[in-house]
């Protein structure tokens, strides 16, 4: 049977086909690299120091993956709910999954499910906001194609809080930045550095870590003349002269020391690790994606967030997952806990993966399944969760959380908790407004 190849989700918003190098910016401004490395000047708060060394890998599956055909698979439900994949065991005794994730099924004592997941909108834009940030956007949200965040994503809250380690940034979206992923009202202090290219790709490199062609290597030391050939610090300097010109300054010097350094070029150069590691993550977008991750939390960054697209699967979602989507996941998931696992990083690194929900249990007349936030299964692990845990569970049909529900603001909680964050610490919106970091998340005690 042939099938379409979906380019667009089912709201009509277009896959960015094509990918740019560069720095984008809340409230939908171009913001450059100069004004993202703030590190000294992230607010003070409740911070558990002892958690210092912790990161995070946020790995985002956008459109949404369907959980009732992976991680909380319904065996004895009717054909037209429970699809045509089997289950098999994983190397935890009496938890089962599906039979396209082998490489995920023995790395499965490497991290917990929650599969009472939920939360009240099925709507791409608002869900993913959400899920990104734990707060569910109010009357008002924009769910177009510019930057829409109403409140700050987990890693902008992440790089505001405790900053930048050494010369790398504490916040990198790869390969490009969801339109709910930057800082919101905490400003272009916290907006991530993104990397908007496919480190799959021949040749994939960073250009903001090389100077302009224009400047020699013997210039390099020259630093006022290597900012003036700078011209998009320069003109992002000129946008906001009028504002914070001073402060400014201050992070195009940082800029430069990014670009001269060995420790941030040594993270993004991703042509350093093996061919046979390369290929056990997937040479793919999300696998080449999960190994940068795991190299830039290994040299220091604080938060990365993976976007991968297209799990909106209302057409063939049986013939894309096991075609195209699983294989993937497969790969790229179990490499990245393996992989952390074996170099001692795993302890020191949160991972998260989920969409930004689940998909229907009735399968639909395009033998599709269609969005579903009411019940769905989120995987977490590392960073002090324990391994092999099922949190929760679903009803017969994974309609609803049958016990022990959890949403987006327990998912938020639980994360600053293991970053050394308090969660009940407040942010201040630039009318002085205080908003509580989990917005009343509790931490899912049962993962830790």
Known sequence: MSFPNKTTFCDGHSRRDVLRIGTAGAFGLPFALPQILAAENYASGSVDSSKNDVSFIYVFLKGGLSTIDTFDMKPDAPDTVRGPFSSMATNVPGTRICDQ?????KQMDKFSIIRSFTHRNAGHGPADHYMLTGFHPTAGFNTGL???????????????????????????????????????????????????????????????????LTVDAQRLEDRRGLLKKVDRFQQSAEQRANSDADQLSVFAERATDLMTSKQ???????????????????????????????RLVEAGVRCVTIEHSNWDTHYYNFQTLENDLLPKL??????????LDDRGQLEKTVVVVTGEFGRTPKINKDAGRDHWSRCFTVALGGGGIQGGRVIGKSDKWASDPAEDPHGPED??????????????????????????????????????
């Open 101 to 105: 994730l082998p490489n995920i099924a």
């Open 411 to 448: 998912l938020a909680a639980t994360v600053y908790h293991l970053l050394g964050i308090n969660p009940r610490d407040e942010m201040h919106t630039p009318d002085g407004r205080p908003i509580m970091l989990s917005n009343g998340g509790k931490v899912v005690d049962a993962l830790l």
């Open 146 to 212: 510019k930057p829409n965040n109403q409140h700050p994503s987990l890693g902008s809250v992440i790089a505001h809080k405790l900053g930048a380690r050494g010369s790398i940034p504490p916040y990198v979206c790869l390969p490009a930045m969801h339109n709910s992923a930057s800082s919101a009202y905490l400003g272009p202090k916290a907006v991530p550095f993104t990397i908007e290219a496919d480190p799959s790709s021949p040749g994939f490199a960073v250009p903001d870590l090389q100077p302009p």
């Open 264 to 294: 941030a070029k040594d993270a993004f150069n991703i042509e350093a690790e093996p061919a046979k590691l390369r290929d056990e993550y997937g040479r793919n977008t999300l696998g080449q994606s999960c190994l940068m991750a795991r």
């Open 330 to 339: 497969n790969l790229a998931m179990a490499a990245l806990y393996r992989d």
